[in-house]
Structures are given as C-alpha cells and as structure tokens.
C-alpha cells in the first residue's frame, strides 16, 4: 500500500517552455501532497504543500506564479514549471499523506528535469 | 543551531554489524519523528516512523525515541552493502500542517 507516483520520470526541455509533472496516489487518498527539489549531494527543500480543493502554500522564496500547483482530486496534483530556466534543472519530488493515517509521508519516484 | 541536526558521516561499518545513526532536534513540541533511506539519483523511500518515548523494531531496523533530550536513532542489525544509502532524520512539529523538518542525512557505507 501507499504508493505514489510521477509522470514523467525525466523531461528534456527548452528554455521559455513549460513543464507539467503529475503526481498521483494510487492506492490511497490523499489529503495532503508536498513537492520538493532537490540539487545534486544537497538536501531535499520543500516547494510548497497543497491541499486538495484549495490553494497551495508556497515556501519562502519559491515563486507561486512560475511553479503552478493543481491539486484537483484526493488523488492527483500536479507541478507546472512555467518559463523554464536551465537553473530550474533538478530533482523534483512529491509526496502525499494517506488521510487514513497519520503523518506519514510516502514519496514518488521523482521528475528529474532538464532545461537547455 | 539547525533544527534537525545528523552527523554527515560516512559511517562506514562491516557487512553484519550494527549501524547506528543518530538525529537530535531542537523544537521540545516536536511530536512525530521519521527515518527516511535515500539512494543516490532516487527519491526517499520510508523506513521507520515513531511517535511515542521508548523503541520501535521493524525487522533489521530499531527506531528509538527519548523525547526528553530531544533525540532519535535508528538502529540496522545484520547490515548489508544494498543498506549502503544516505538516511535522513525528519521531524513533524506541533501545528505545523504535517511539514517534515529535515536532517541534512547521514551518509552509511556498508563494507562487504
């Protein structure tokens, strides 16, 4: 159980395009989902956190209008990165609690991107 | 001070010994406490979660908490090469919408 995943598993892309990743909970609802980025040998930083049905909280510093997040069911969010820039080539990861549980979070495989 | 703080390492430990890690947190209203093992170029992957003072075991691994000073270890018997990974320490506090609060990680080598 608690299986999440991400589409797509890598993205080449060029810059001024924008990028959607989806990240679904297959076998649980989920009420809450993170996302993160990570650079290579640093840790993971958290983008913002998204509720289903409202608006998501961003992080200090991550900008709301460039990194667009849907979270539209108990099932599916998604990250648009709009107007890539090759410093927005990353690791990027979500996360989603299971509303049965508790605090638990249970990570998808990751997006690694990369913009030219 | 980080507010989730984990030696880098490596630590490095034979196949068959047991490999300690250690996390300390800052924040007392701290209340659920998460170990995480992270391949490199992979995402991290769930290994043990403990809310309550004392021990959990899980298999090979052992979660301890002691809330009153404020740490948490997690414990591999029988380790392996394939436990060769970073571990990262994550901690949930009081009213915080269920943000983790990370360790930077804890790098184990596992020696065949």
């Known amino acids: 159980g608690a299986v999440v995943s991400q589409h797509p598993s890598r993205v080449i892309c060029k810059s001024g395009t924008s990028v959607k990743i989806e990240c679904r909970s297959l076998d649980f609802q989920a009420t809450t989902m993170f996302w993160y980025r990570q650079f290579p040998k640093q840790s993971l930083m958290l983008m913002a956190t998204?509720?289903?049905?409202?608006?998501?909280?961003?992080e200090q510093g991550v900008e709301k209008d460039k990194f667009l997040i849907n979270h539209a069911s108990l099932t599916l969010s998604t990250l648009t990165v709009t107007s890539a820039h090759p410093e927005d080539s990353s690791f990027y990861i979500c996360?989603?609690?299971?509303?049965?549980?508790?605090?638990?979070?249970?990570f998808g495989p990751g997006t690694r991107l990369t913009v030219t | 001070q980080k507010e989730v703080e984990q030696n880098s390492g490596p630590l490095s430990v034979p196949e068959g010994a047991i490999a300690s890690l250690n996390c300390t947190y800052s924040?007392?209203?701290?209340?659920?406490f998460f170990w995480y093992r992270q391949y490199s170029g992979k995402s991290p992957e769930l290994i043990m979660f403990i809310y309550s003072n004392g021990d959990k075991e899980d298999g090979r691994f052992t979660a301890q908490l002691n809330k009153a000073s404020q740490y948490v270890s997690l414990l591999i018997r029988d380790s392996q090469p394939s436990d060769s990974a970073t571990y990262l320490c994550?901690?949930?506090?009081?009213?915080?919408?269920?943000?983790?609060?990370w360790g930077l990680g804890t790098s184990l080598a596992v020696n065949p």
């Open positions: 924040d007392r209203g701290s209340q659920s």
């Open positions: 996360s989603a609690n299971d509303r049965d549980l508790t605090y638990e979070q249970y």
């Open positions: 998204s509720n289903e049905g409202s608006k998501a909280t961003y």
């Open positions: 994550a901690v949930i506090r009081a009213g915080n919408n269920r943000k983790l609060i």
